[in-house]
């Protein structure tokens, strides 16, 4: 089993920044990609940004040219870097672990981290 734990949510003001945390702990053998989506109160789950093992990143269109995702291998991490946050941001994050072993693929996700952005 892999376990992630998120952190960095909180109350921001508009325009401001976050960066959350996504640490991955347990059977972890091969990380393929790393993402990470939101769900805002009233709405389905979206999603926000991925990265591949290759670095290859895709975002959502609403945070393009705000959110940066990054991932660190060696510490089992992924990261989402926020700026110039708005109202609409406001949701519970999950990050989302995509692992191969042999030839199953399998899903982990964290428990949510929420982020509020209001003055």
């Known amino acids: 089993q892999v376990q992630l734990v998120e952190s960095g949510g909180g109350l921001v003001q508009p325009g401001g920044s976050l960066r959350l945390s996504c640490a991955a702990s347990?059977?972890?053998?091969?990380?393929?990609?790393m993402g990470w989506h939101r769900q805002a109160p009233g709405k389905e789950r979206e999603l926000v940004a991925t990265?591949?093992?290759?670095?290859?990143?895709h975002y959502a269109d609403s945070v393009k040219g705000r959110f940066t995702i990054s991932r660190d291998d060696a510490q089992n991490e992924v990261y989402l870097q926020m700026n110039s946050l708005k109202p609409e941001d406001t949701a519970v994050y999950y990050c989302?672990?995509?692992?191969?072993?042999?030839?199953?693929?399998?899903?982990?996700w964290g428990q949510g981290t929420q982020v509020t952005v209001s003055s």
């Open positions: 347990g059977s972890i053998f091969s990380i393929n990609a």
């Open positions: 989302i672990f995509q692992q191969v072993v042999g030839t199953s693929e399998y899903e982990y």
């Open positions: 990265v591949t093992s290759a670095l290859t990143t």
